[in-house]
């Protein structure tokens, strides 16, 4: 038998301080209002949500100053169905986390999809967003508690290929 010290467990943080700058700072109050706001590239026309930096990645111009409401319901483009129990979990497995393309948005977020097995989620379900309480909404996307199914028809793979 080893005295070996295995494992040590210590409590830590960091605080910092983050500028949004405006285009992500209008994602982040809209949130705060209940509202999904993406930005629209003035070149290809693709909306980003969240719009990130506020730059397209594609063209490398800056995204247009309107805001561009998405959702709430959307199409699962990918998922994975986590299985293995770890630290801090907070819903018990079997569940699952998916890429869902909002509607209005040409590229996913990830989120939980509940109120559906995990063995019956695929790619092209059509899901809607389950917010939580309004008194709990902060500038987060954690204010959608999680999707479930809408139970409308699945999407073809062709309409979000392009999306993966
Ligand atoms: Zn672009």
Request: charged share 20%; glycine share 12%.
């Amino acid at each position: 038998m080893s005295d070996d010290v295995l494992r040590v467990r210590t409590p830590i943080g960091v605080d910092y301080g983050w500028t949004a700058g405006p285009r992500s700072t209008a994602y982040l109050q809209g949130l705060i209002d209940g509202k999904l706001l993406g930005k629209r590239c003035p070149t290809c026309t693709k909306v980003y949500f969240p719009p990130r930096n506020g730059t397209c990645p594609m063209c490398g111009v800056l995204l247009g100053d309107d805001d561009v409401e998405v959702g709430p319901a959307g199409t699962v483009t990918t998922f994975c169905v986590v299985n293995v129990p770890f630290l801090g979990q907070k819903i018990v497995p079997p569940y699952v986390a998916a890429t869902i393309l909002l509607d209005g948005a040409d590229i996913g977020v990830q989120h939980l999809i509940l109120g559906i097995d995990a063995d019956k989620v695929r790619m092209g379900m059509r899901v809607e967003a389950v917010w939580k309480d309004s008194s709990q909404w902060g500038p987060t996307l954690e204010n959608i508690d999680h999707f479930q199914p809408t139970g409308e028809p699945d999407v073809e793979f062709t309409d979000y290929a392009g999306q993966l």
